[in-house]
């Protein structure tokens, strides 16, 4: 059963427009969140991260958002830009078991469109 | 930082041969992780150590699969004997233990069971 979900597996946005790749989870136990973005041939990378007491985390042209009600979580990115075609991961942790074990999503494959 | 490394990044062999997955995390990282991404299932937690001891190894497929960390600067990840069902990318990743710190990725090795 998978806790955590990205239901679309690819994604295409004009550049300059913005990009939002969504997320689901079941488990309630998760209170941590990631995005990684990854391109072909390489491992992924992180890109912003949001803790369960907040709902929204912004680092430059990337936005997290977190509706804990509807275990829900999106990344905006704007304006969208070439170089950030590539696969996006969500992954959640549950801090409070005391380990760190992410729990991923399949990814998103974005493609900017020049 | 010269990042986590992998080796090697391309792995052909025959079924029934032993493989033998290399990672050298980033230095002053004491927890090491290591995952194996395929279609069908995503990225998927093996198994991983905290200073070097190993905490959790539920996602360990099969007796098949053993991993080690003789110290803090190398960990080793062992298929014998290799199926064709073990055809996978496997990526090694490390992270400081320390509160919510991300993990850091290698690049992955990939690897063809025929």
């Known amino acids: 059963d998978q806790q955590v979900k990205q239901n679309s597996p690819s994604l295409s946005v004009q550049e300059g427009r913005i990009s939002i790749l969504n997320c689901d989870y079941t488990n309630s136990m998760f209170d941590y969140f990631l995005w990684y973005k990854k391109y072909p041939a390489e491992g992924p990378t992180f890109l912003i991260s949001i803790s369960s007491i907040k709902d929204k985390n912004e680092d430059g042209r990337f936005t997290v958002f977190l509706n804990k009600s509807a275990k829900h979580l999106s990344l905006h990115i704007v304006p969208s830009q070439p170089g950030d075609s590539a696969v996006y991961f969500c992954a959640a942790s549950d801090s409070g078991a005391g380990s760190y074990q992410l729990t991923f999503g399949k990814g998103t494959k974005l493609s900017v469109i020049p | 930082d010269a990042g986590v490394i992998q080796s090697p990044r391309h792995e052909v062999t025959e079924m029934g041969q032993e493989v033998t997955l290399r990672c050298k995390p980033i230095?002053?990282?004491?927890?090491l992780f290591w995952y194996r991404q395929t279609m069908m299932r995503g990225l998927e937690l093996l198994i991983y150590?905290?200073?070097?001891?190993?905490?959790?190894d539920s996602g360990m497929p099969e007796d098949r699969f053993s991993a080690k960390m003789p110290n803090a600067s190398f960990s080793t990840l062992k298929i014998q004997p290799s199926e064709p069902r073990d055809s996978a990318v496997y990526f090694c990743a490390s992270r400081r233990a320390e509160g919510n710190s991300p993990l850091h990725f290698g690049n992955g090795t990939r690897l063809t069971v025929t």
């Open positions: 230095s002053g990282h004491n927890s």
């Open positions: 150590f905290n200073n070097n001891v190993p905490i959790d």
